[in-house]
């Protein structure tokens, strides 16, 4: 399965400030996908990251606050914008491959 | 109502036990299912598919049940590292839906 390299695995950031998370894949795939999972819930889907094109966003998540950058197929950035206390979270991407999908190692994100 | 929902437990198992636990999906026109398990502080790895026949895996066995919408994950002789929040995901229309898991805890 596709091996991927998320990056910073956590960070403490400021109030106001914005957040830039890496995913890089060992393979090229069509699509990478961005999650956020708050302490005791489910994963959420942010967006649908596709290159070449723009990022798809499910309802509740805006571009503004989940910019994404796709510029090729083993690459993808979601950053955080305009921080505040409720987006401490984790927050993971995703691929798919024939072997089915594969998290990064995720970021865990707390906002003081 | 959520599309997939799972008791959330913790489900204390002593070792060597069995536990089994279900999930319920909401859209009847989902295609795949799949256990995910995930560590403390760790991403989601995928543990099994869940086919309509049902399928095993070593002490892992997954069934589906279609016609209720539920999905079950049993496992026999729990061993300690067997401690982590199984995740049930349900894809539908290209996208998969989490549950928030269930936490099983072995005790030796």
């Known amino acids: 399965s596709a091996v991927i390299s998320q990056k910073p695995s956590r960070d403490i950031c400021q109030r106001g400030t914005s957040l830039t998370i890496q995913c890089q894949v060992d393979?090229?795939?069509?699509?990478m996908f961005w999650y956020r999972q708050q302490p005791g819930q489910s994963l959420t889907l942010i967006a649908t990251a596709n290159q070449g094109s723009e990022a798809t966003y499910e309802s509740g998540f805006v571009i503004d606050k989940f910019p994404i950058s796709r510029p090729n197929l083993t690459f993808s950035t979601l950053t955080v914008s305009n921080l505040s206390p409720e987006d401490s979270s984790i927050y993971l991407c995703?691929?798919?491959?024939?072997?089915?999908?594969?998290f990064g190692s995720g970021t865990r994100l707390t906002v003081v | 109502r959520k599309e997939v929902e799972q008791d959330p437990g913790p489900f204390n198992v002593p070792e060597g036990a069995t536990v089994a636990f279900n999930c319920t999906y909401s859209?009847?026109?989902?295609?795949?299912f799949f256990w995910y398990r995930q560590d403390c502080r760790k991403e989601p790895k995928l543990l099994m598919s869940?086919?309509?026949s049902g399928n095993e895996d070593g002490r892992f066995t997954a069934q589906l049940n279609r016609a209720s919408q539920y999905i079950s994950l049993l496992i026999r002789d729990s061993k300690l590292s067997d401690s982590a929040t199984y995740l049930c995901?349900?894809?539908?229309?290209?996208?998969?839906?989490f549950g928030k898991g269930n936490q099983v805890v072995v005790i030796p």
């Open positions: 869940v086919y309509s």
């Open positions: 995703s691929v798919v491959t024939d072997e089915g999908y594969t």
């Open positions: 859209n009847s026109a989902s295609q795949s």
């Open positions: 995901v349900v894809k539908g229309n290209n996208r998969l839906a």
């Open positions: 393979s090229q795939v069509t699509m």
